[in-house]
């Protein structure tokens, strides 16, 4: 079958409203679940049927290597590798810097 992008997206949407996450791991299409979530058993048929256009969306995502691939309405988040050193908040570096400063005994009462 031949899927149109729009219908991808939308089954995109519609997996992440369910509470659905669809991701590519090495290539292979895999899913998380929130724990409540309920899936239609139809719904999870539509996904099988696509599973290769769906793939093939992700994977131009990954080589484009966006850290967030913006679709209308719809924002698919891209695992990439943690940098060695993460920057700390504003609030992180304000209690780095009071600590050292005079201590953080006053936060430990």
Partial sequence: MN????????LISKARKIGLNLFLDNGVLR???ISE?????N?????KEAKQHITL????FNEQNYVTARVPHLSIPVVQERPAKVPLS????RL????????????HI
């Avoid at 719904?43 to 996904?47: A, K, N, Q, V």
């Avoid at 969306?57 to 131009?60: D, R």
């Avoid at 780095?96 to 936060?107: E, P, V």
């Fill in 37 to 41: 979530a309920r899936i239609p058993e």
């Fill in 57 to 60: 969306l992700l994977e131009n």
């Fill in 96 to 107: 780095w810097f009071i600590d050292r400063l005079q201590g953080s005994t006053n936060y």
């Fill in 3 to 10: 899927f149109s992008s729009e219908y991808i997206y939308n």
């Fill in 90 to 93: 504003f609030s992180q570096e």
């Fill in 31 to 33: 899913y998380t679940l």
């Fill in 43 to 47: 719904f999870l048929h539509e996904i």
